[in-house]
């Protein structure tokens, strides 16, 4: 089994910011790479920014130039710095890791989810 535990939500003013971190832990072979999701209230989930284990990034381009992704090697963690953040950010944000658990087995593992409010 394979636990992801974000952390860093909150309530934040419009242009604010905020970091948000998740820590992967559990039975981990290697993990190929790391990603944030989120999901306002009646919309789908959506990509906000993913890396891989090679460091390559990807960003929803919502929030291409405030958000950036950035993994925490010692603690198999990804961070998500967010900044200028906008009410539209608001929503539940999700640690996603697409983890391999031995030589043939690869899952997603989602975490739960922590809020981001962003509200004057």
């Known amino acids: 089994q394979v636990q992801l535990v974000e952390s860093g939500g909150g309530l934040v003013q419009p242009g604010g910011s905020l970091r948000l971190s998740c820590i992967a832990s559990g039975n981990i072979f290697s993990i190929h790479n790391m990603g944030w999701y989120r999901q306002a209230t009646g919309k789908e989930r959506e990509l906000v920014a993913d890396i891989t284990n090679g460091g390559s990034t990807k960003y929803a381009d919502s929030v291409k130039g405030r958000f950036t992704i950035s993994k925490d090697n010692a603690e198999h963690g990804v961070n998500l710095q967010m900044t200028n953040l906008k009410p539209e950010d608001a929503a539940v944000y999700y640690c996603?890791?697409?983890?391999?658990?031995?030589?043939?087995?690869?899952?997603?593992?989602w975490g739960k989810g922590t809020l981001v409010t962003v509200s004057s």
């Open positions: 996603n890791g697409r983890v391999q658990t031995d030589y043939s087995t690869v899952m997603d593992y």
